[in-house]
């Protein structure tokens, strides 16, 4: 595809080729007007020339002619009413004629007196001109191609600046003020500096929500663990209950808030180790039940094609997996399935599907789409978006064929081999 650098030069190389050639063209055709008005002139003269001669001596000079054969028919119609002209002839001998009338009683010539000279249409000089327009207009053409793709390449840098500055902006990246800084007054610059302030004024917008989101998950950790403490020693069992069920509610949305801001800083790093597929998945789907409510008995695990060994961080998968079925637990409906093949997990749920905004935008933090998925927080989704970008694995949302809510983890292909088979039994 062209860019636009490509594109300013195409044009202005067209434009100016379309001048050159509408030039070239007036040049030639005023070029060749003024050569057929100097052949008529100069035969005009050579005719009053001859014409004086000829009343004076009687004699015929400078090549005239009485009554030539070949004059041509509007010639010889104008000497006939007793008027002089010029007249360019075609055919095989083009000639430039010069005629008038001689003797007579004055209303009608008695004869015609004219003379005439080759004109050719391939003139050396017109050739000469033709070849120095096209010189001329192919070097201009060309010369203005450099001196645009020059002026383009310095306008499609400066926008690819501007361009890969919002970019960074929305990969959450500080902006890089020396490459947008500019002094310029043109339309560029403007351009340039506005995404400066703007990516200067978004970045210190998001560092300031991160740290307030850190900061206020810090604060809320210390209280949070002492009501949690304190639930404990109530008397009555149901207040215990309520108190205990609302206090882990709140510690793991304190958690889920340090995971975020964590996430967000851009501090998490993956610690990779090779482990087997099917194996981390089922463990991980025990391990579910404990720690977000996720029946394991809805929740079936399948292996297609051959087991594999991967290279991923193990923490950070079962952190992923264990949103995924939480959110498919409490807003979907059951069975929920789990397919592992390959280095791709998907965990399918037979509830109302994600909502159509989530699919398209991925999920966001505090936003819990549809109602007719439940309530909640809506930072697991986030969390499991945000672990799987430090994974570098794929994480897509979308409907099961058969309906319901789809998620695929697709964890990266590096160092992934297929599990060997144990060996048989001697």
Avoid at 71 to 78: G, I, K
Avoid at 177 to 182: Q, R
Avoid at 330 to 354: F, M, N, Q, W
Avoid at 398 to 422: C, K, M, N, S, Y
Wanted: charge should be negative; hydrophobic fraction near 45%; include cysteine.
């Amino acid at each position: 595809m062209m860019g636009i650098r490509g594109r300013i030069a195409l044009a202005i190389s067209c434009m100016t080729a379309l001048a050159v050639v509408v030039l070239g063209f007036a040049v030639h055709h005023i070029a060749g007007n003024e050569r057929e008005r100097s052949a008529r002139a100069y035969q005009d003269e050579r005719l009053s020339s001859a014409l004086q001669i000829y009343e004076r001596d009687g004699t015929l000079a400078l090549g005239a002619q009485l009554d030539d054969a070949t004059l041509p028919p509007p010639l010889r119609a104008a000497v006939f009413h007793n008027r002089s002209g010029t007249y360019l002839s075609g055919g095989d001998d083009p000639r430039v004629w010069a005629a008038t009338g001689v003797g007579g009683d004055g209303a009608r010539p008695a004869r015609s007196l004219s003379v005439s000279a080759a004109y050719p249409s391939d003139d050396p000089a017109q050739l000469a001109l033709d070849r120095a327009l096209l010189i001329a207009g192919c070097g201009t053409v060309v010369l203005m191609a450099g001196v645009s793709w020059f002026v383009a390449q310095r306008l499609s840098r400066r926008l690819r600046l501007s361009a890969a500055a919002a970019r960074r902006i929305a990969a959450g990246e500080p902006p890089d003020a020396d490459a947008l800084a500019s002094n310029g007054r043109d339309e560029v610059a403007e351009l340039g500096r506005s995404v400066h302030h703007m990516a200067t004024s978004l970045a210190a917008r998001v560092e300031a929500e991160r740290e307030f989101t850190a900061d206020v998950a810090h604060e809320l950790r210390t209280p949070v663990a002492g009501l949690v403490a304190a639930a404990e020693l109530l008397p009555q069992r149901r207040a215990v209950e309520m108190v205990q069920d609302r206090a882990q509610a709140m510690r793991r949305l304190v958690e889920d808030l340090l995971e975020v801001s964590r996430l967000d800083a851009g501090v998490e790093r993956a610690d990779l180790d090779a482990c087997e597929l099917p194996s981390l998945v089922r463990g991980i789907v025990t391990r579910a039940a404990r720690q977000r409510g996720v029946d394991d008995l809805s929740v079936s695990v399948t292996v297609e094609g051959e087991p594999r060994i991967v290279e991923t961080d193990r923490r950070r998968v079962e952190r992923v997996l264990v949103n995924l079925l939480a959110n498919a637990a409490k807003h979907g409906k059951p069975p929920i399935e789990v397919v592992v093949a390959g280095s791709r997990i998907v965990v399918r749920d037979h509830g109302p599907g994600y909502p159509a905004e989530l699919c398209a935008e991925g999920p966001r933090r505090f936003r819990t789409a549809a109602p007719e998925r439940g309530t909640g927080h809506g930072l697991g989704l986030t969390i499991a978006a945000g672990q799987a970008e430090v994974l570098g694995a794929r994480l897509d949302f979308g409907a099961a064929a058969e309906g319901g809510a789809e998620a695929v983890l697709e964890l990266p292909d590096r160092a992934v081999v297929v599990a060997p088979e144990p060996a048989a039994a001697p």
